[in-house]
Structures are given as structure tokens and as C-alpha cells.
């Protein structure tokens, strides 16, 4: 029988960790639900290192992009305000989907809630194609009832995180057609150009320059052995997701970057940005606060912020507040702790994470245009001092060779 890791908050407010076998993963929510928990999370164990190495492809059931779950989330928020039961409502999805995998999707939700699941309960299956908090936050909209106004805050939740990673995408292309250009430009002087030198510097009879040896051993490389890098290329790429795959060396990796000028503070920014709207989206629709940090804390992409943000619950459990705990951590910005103090100070928490959301998303969406407006003349003045050191040292070889045979 599978065995499955689960969270829980218990009763006390306690969060809870360990494994139970059971056939599915509903039965452990139905499990931990019996004995007075709120399950927070229940993922499937495997010995299998596909399932590490390759999380998308094998736990990915019907591969939904962020576009399309924020794109479901928002019709089915429509059809319900509407006044539209569920069923009737992803009937309706499924009868407009252009894409097989959205139709499937769908399909599955439609089957397990017409054989008596909740939405919650339903999506399960589909896990890997949601973020970590959309169940929990489906979950607690169930239960209070109020579950189009739930999906369609995660719908806008949603809408702008597509959209600042696709100005980020655009934004990149070409800074990496000009890299690509540059690889080309190199890779065809290395295996065309230099080659077409080297008889004169053989049949000069005199030393060749240092430099000049060099370049005529990367070009021999690049013409000869090309397959053992690319050989080696892959192994690594293959040994590092492996080793990459560890979290010790995640975490002290995470650390690394959080101390990186420029980056770190670009990290911090967007990890605050992700911690106060998933935290303000959860306490609004009435999740408890420690099942909500630990939902928080698992939507963080960086493993150390996730950590600090797991030291909260501890402190938030014995009656202290939130911005006391985030101010001695020293990780998040003062503006931010600041504002955070204020909105629990006034009652108005939620309001105000949503605000110190906004504020850190601009500050981010900003810092990555101006860092992207410095990439492409940085790269260029880059590539450009590759290329004159090149044809540079040709050029020097060349007339040292001919002065000494002159």
C-alpha cells in the first residue's frame, strides 16, 4: 500500500508532521480529518529518483500551465457567482475547452465531485499542476461558503504572476538572441578562422606565442573533441540536478544567493512580495494563521526564507504577534515589518499584507527592468572585449612571427 507524507494542525494549534499507508491520498485527509486535525498537505512517498528528478513530467498529470489554471479559475469564479451549482458550471468548461489537456482536467474534477468529493478533494489528483496554497485556500472557500469570491482572488492572485513572468520572458529575448549570436560568432572563429592561421605559425619555424598556443588548442579541442564536451556538458547538468536535488545543498545554495549584491535583496523582495499576498489571501478566507504560514512557507521559493518563515509558527503559537518574529529574523525589509505591525496594530492584517504585496511586486517588477536595460550593453561590451582578444592575439601572433622570420 502507498505510503504518504502528511501535515497537520492539530487541535491545540500544533503543526504535525509524519507518514501514514493508506490507499490514497483522500483517505489520509479523511484520516487526519477524523482525528481532529486540519491536513495541510499529504504527498505520495517513492524510493524512485525519476520522481525527484523529474517532478513535473512524472506528478504532472495533465501538465496545466499557470495560464490555463488562472484561466479555469477565473471562469468557474464567474459561473458560480452566477449562482451556477459546480457541476453544471465545469460541465460548462468542459463543453467551451479548446485544449485536450484542459478538457481532461476538467473531466477528472467532474467525475470525482458528481461521485460525492469536494472541489478540494478533487483536485488533489492534480497537485503538481496547482500552487502549493490554491487547495487549502479551495478548502477553507467550501467551508465558509464562499467559494467564487475565493477563486476569483486567486484568479487575480494568479493573472499577476503570469504577467510579470511573461514581461520577464519577453524581456529576455534579446538579451539571449545577442548571447546566442555571440556563442556562433566565437564557436565559428575558434573552428574556421584560427585554423586557417595555424599552418603560418608551423611553417614559420619560430615559437608561437603563449596566447597564440592557447587559441590553437581550445580550436583543436572545439574541432576534434567536441562530443567529449558535449558529453561532459550533460553529465554535469546531470550530476548537478541530482545533487541540486538534496536539500541541505538547496538550503545552503538559497543562503548563498541571499548574500549576492543585487540579487539577494531582488530575492528578498519577491519572496516578501509571494509571502504577503499567499499569507493575506489565506487569513482573509478564514484559514487559521499557523496552517496558513505553513502553506506560506511552502509556497516560498527560496529554502532558507521557507525556514524563516516556519521559526514564525512557533512564536506565533505562544501568543506573540507577527511583525515581532519577521523584525528578529532580519530577513524581510523594515517598510515591510513596519507595515505589517501597523496592520495588526489596526485590525486590518489582511488589508495590509495585500498592500505590502503591491508594493514589493512593483519594487521587483521595476528593479528587474532596469537590471534587464543593463544586461544587453553589459553583454555587449562583454562579447565585444572576447572578440578583440581574439583577433588581438592573432593579429599579435602574426606580426611577431613575421619578424622574426624577416
Given amino acids: 500500500m502507498p505510503r504518504y507524507k502528511y501535515k497537520v494542525v492539530s487541535a491545540s494549534g500544533t503543526i504535525i508532521e509524519g507518514e ?40 504532472r498529470k495533465h501538465g496545466l500551465s499557470p495560464l490555463a489554471v488562472a484561466l479555469i479559475t477565473r471562469e468557474l469564479s464567474t459561473l458560480l457567482k452566477a449562482g451556477l451549482p459546480i457541476d ?25 465531485i458528481r461521485g460525492g468529493a469536494t472541489l478540494a478533494s478533487a483536485l488533489e489528483a492534480h ?22 469570491d475565493v477563486l476569483w482572488r486567486l484568479a487575480d492572485t494568479l493573472d499577476h504572476g503570469a504577467a510579470l513572468r511573461e514581461s520577464i520572458r519577453s524581456a529576455m ?33 619560430s615559437a608561437i ?34 545533487y541540486a536535488a538534496a536539500p541541505q545543498v538547496r538550503r545552503r545554495h538559497d543562503r548563498w544567493l541571499l548574500k549576492m549584491p543585487l540579487v539577494g535583496e531582488l530575492i528578498v523582495k519577491a ?58 529574523a532580519q530577513l524581510f525589509p523594515r517598510l515591510a515589518v513596519q507595515l505589517i505591525r501597523v496592520g495588526e496594530e489596526s ?7 495585500q498592500r ?17 536595460a543593463l544586461l544587453v550593453p553589459v553583454m555587449t561590451i562583454v562579447i565585444g572585449m572576447l572578440v578583440a582578444a581574439v583577433i588581438g592575439t592573432l593579429l599579435t601572433a602574426i606580426l611577431s612571427t613575421y619578424d622574426i622570420a624577416l
Fill in 271 to 328: 519572496e516578501v512580495a509571494r509571502f504577503a499576498r499567499t499569507l493575506g489571501v489565506l487569513l482573509a478566507h478564514g484559514v487559521m494563521a499557523l496552517s496558513a504560514l505553513s502553506i506560506t512557507a511552502d509556497a516560498a521559493a527560496n529554502r532558507e526564507v521557507a525556514a524563516a518563515i516556519r521559526n514564525l509558527s512557533t512564536k506565533l503559537g505562544g501568543g506573540e504577534g507577527l511583525a515581532g518574529p519577521l523584525a528578529e
Fill in 127 to 148: 497537485r503538481a499542476s496547482l500552487p502549493v496554497y490554491y487547495i487549502g485556500l479551495v478548502r477553507a472557500g467550501e467551508a465558509g461558503g464562499a467559494l467564487g
Fill in 20 to 59: 501514514m499507508e493508506a490507499a490514497d491520498r483522500q483517505t489520509v485527509i479523511d484520516g487526519l480529518h477524523r482525528q481532529g486535525g486540519t491536513p495541510i498537505r499529504a504527498d505520495l512517498l517513492t524510493d524512485r529518483v525519476g520522481f525527484r528528478f523529474w517532478p513535473n513530467v512524472v506528478a
Fill in 356 to 372: 505590502v504585496a503591491e508594493i514589493y511586486d512593483g519594487e521587483v517588477e521595476q528593479t528587474l527592468q532596469r537590471m534587464l
Fill in 173 to 205: 529575448y534579446y538579451p539571449v538572441f545577442v548571447l546566442l549570436m555571440a556563442i556562433v560568432t566565437l564557436v565559428v572563429m575558434f573552428t574556421m578562422v584560427i585554423p586557417e592561421f595555424t599552418p603560418l605559425f608551423e611553417d614559420s619555424g
Fill in 88 to 112: 453544471r458550471a465545469l460541465s460548462i468548461l468542459i463543453e467551451i475547452a479548446e485544449e485536450r489537456n484542459v478538457r481532461l482536467f476538467l473531466e477528472d474534477v467532474l467525475r470525482s
Fill in 209 to 242: 606565442p603563449s596566447s597564440m598556443a592557447a587559441l590553437i588548442a581550445v580550436s583543436d579541442i572545439l574541432r576534434r573533441d567536441w562530443w567529449i564536451i558535449l558529453v561532459v556538458l550533460v553529465a554535469a547538468w546531470v550530476l548537478g540536478r541530482f
Fill in 347 to 353: 485590525g486590518q492584517l489582511e488589508s495590509m499584507l
